[in-house]
């Protein structure tokens, strides 16, 4: 599903990734963790083509990322849900426009659109705050949100950016129980964190980052 | 389609003060170079109408016959710069000599249809062909004379041409100060949606999915803005031209028929139109770039 075939991303002379070679299979659920500036939101980046590596191959599916010629990325990220650090909600639209973005975008009609979002507000947790704005609801409900609209289009894979970072512990717990139960329907996830309680409790693979390379790679069951 | 349109409603509705302020500033730009378009024009066609008021005189001698008249008729118009010809017999020249002096008896008694010349009297295309015109008629042999105020058409045909290149150069002006109050409220929209447009490119919208909200919003300003710019001046110019009425008679029908209002209100939303298109374009795309 995801290969890094030795890829190395510099911004400037610092590397960000260093010659990293790894393969994330389909439906698998994976954590990537390390310190600060370990390379993990990078990863990201050049997994939806918000950056290109410097050197290496990176492949989603049977698209080489790097080589896609411009009209093709969207094709690529309608593959790719993310879940952003920053969230990326757009603040004057409504939880229920928010949400609707990513439909809106492949094109489905009103009424699918409809439909799809009340069902992800439902399996967020969040039925009836539609038609409320994202400065009204708190910082566990946002990270629903942007959880429910990186899913809304069905993608084959899910990247989440420390999507419990600033959140109470009783609040991360509900976001990976939601996170697993969406691998469980067959979305391949992968998620950055920092949060060790968290990996530690969930028998997933980790992957760990240091100064942009892999030093761990541990597959648990 | 339907959702860029909702997308563009959406903008305008979530920042009403915004998209006042837009529509308010391109109006006001709309409005100026609306009022603008209606002068020029009517001054283009006074300029044209002064053009043709002064002539050039040509008085026959008394043997000039109608045929040499008419050669050297045909000679002026050759030439391709008369626009008009009047010619004065005898007896024509006599009654208007009797019009003019009408109250002095003496005077009217002692002229004849005899001793008054006839005459052709020729208006120009160009003010300034006047002298050349002037010439051809000296070098005819039936020609007595040949009387224009050579002082007052040369002011003239420089004031004439001062007037237009003003006027030109200043439609110009307006024009590209149009198109740029277009280019930056449109980019002004855009800035404010920056974000919105980063996050789109992030979760796949393709190019022009990003582009037409903004564009229809500009599309929407440019066409409202031309619109209420040319009710407003549909109801203030025959206000305005009232006061002109009678430099204006026999040059320009006052009040201006609606079809040149609607040649002006139409080529403003056109403008607005492929204003807002270029504006819209260049300001997204350098976001989507970005």
Redesign the interface.
């Given at each position: 599903m995801i290969k890094f075939d030795k890829v190395v991303k510099k911004f400037g002379s610092t590397p960000a990734l260093d010659n990293v070679d790894l393969e994330i299979n389909d439906k698998e659920f994976v954590f990537l963790t390390g310190p600060t500036g370990a390379g993990k939101t990078t990863f990201f980046r050049l997994l939806i083509r918000d950056l290109l590596p410097t050197k290496g191959k990176i492949f989603v599916g049977d698209l080489d990322v790097a080589k896609l010629p411009s009209h093709k990325i969207p094709h690529l990220r309608k593959k790719i849900g993310v879940v952003f650090q920053d969230l990326k909600l757009l603040l004057d639209r409504t939880i229920f426009e928010n949400i609707a973005l990513p439909l809106e975008i492949i094109g489905k009609t009103p009424s699918e659109i409809k439909r799809r979002v009340d069902e992800l507000l439902f399996l967020v947790g969040l039925s009836g705050l539609g038609v409320r704005f994202p400065r009204e609801l708190s910082g566990g409900e946002l990270q629903r949100v942007t959880i429910a609209r990186a899913i809304a289009a069905d993608p084959q894979i899910l990247l989440a950016d420390e999507p419990t970072g600033n959140l109470d512990i009783g609040t991360s717990w509900g976001i990976m129980k939601l996170l697993s139960e969406i691998n469980e329907r067959g979305t391949t996830v992968v998620m950055a964190t920092h949060n060790m309680e968290i990996v530690a409790a969930l028998k997933k693979r980790k992957i760990v980052l240091d100064k942009g390379k892999i030093t761990k790679d541990e597959k648990r069951i | 389609m339907k959702?860029a349109f909702n997308?563009t409603w959406?903008h305008i509705r979530?920042?009403p003060y915004q998209a006042a302020a837009a529509i308010i500033t391109m109006t006001s730009t709309f409005l100026v170079v609306m009022m603008f378009a209606l002068i020029f024009l009517g001054s283009t066609l006074l300029l044209s109408h002064l053009e043709s008021l002064p002539q050039v005189t040509a008085f026959f001698r008394d043997e000039a016959k109608q045929e040499n008249i008419d050669a050297l008729k045909q000679q002026l118009e050759a030439s391709g710069k008369a626009a008009s010809f009047k010619f004065v017999s005898k007896d024509e020249a006599l009654n208007i000599y009797r019009e003019q002096n009408k109250n002095d008896k003496l005077l009217l008694e002692l002229v004849t249809a005899e001793i008054l010349p006839a005459s052709l009297e020729v208006s120009a295309l160009k003010v300034g062909d006047l002298p050349e015109l002037a010439e051809i008629m000296k070098q005819s042999s039936i020609v007595e004379d040949v009387v224009f105020a050579r002082d007052v058409v040369d002011k003239l045909a420089k004031f004439i041409e001062g007037t237009r290149v003003i006027t030109t150069a200043l439609a110009i002006l307006l024009f590209v100060s149009l198109v740029f109050t277009t280019l930056f409220i449109i980019s002004l929209r855009v800035f404010v949606h920056k974000?919105?447009i980063?996050?789109?490119r992030?979760?796949?919208?393709?190019?022009w999915?990003i582009f037409w909200p903004f564009l229809l919003e500009g599309i929407f300003y440019g066409v409202f803005s031309a619109t209420f710019s040319g009710i407003v001046s549909f109801f203030v110019t025959p206000l305005v031209a009232s006061f002109y009425q009678d430099i204006f008679l026999g040059v320009l029908t006052l009040p201006i028929p609606v079809v040149v209002y609607l040649i002006v209100v139409g080529s403003g939303i056109l403008l607005g139109i492929l204003a807002s298109f270029i504006g819209g374009y260049i300001a997204v795309n350098r976001y989507i770039k970005a």
């Open positions: - | 959702s997308a959406r979530r920042s974000d919105e980063e996050t789109m992030l979760l796949g919208a393709g190019r999915k």
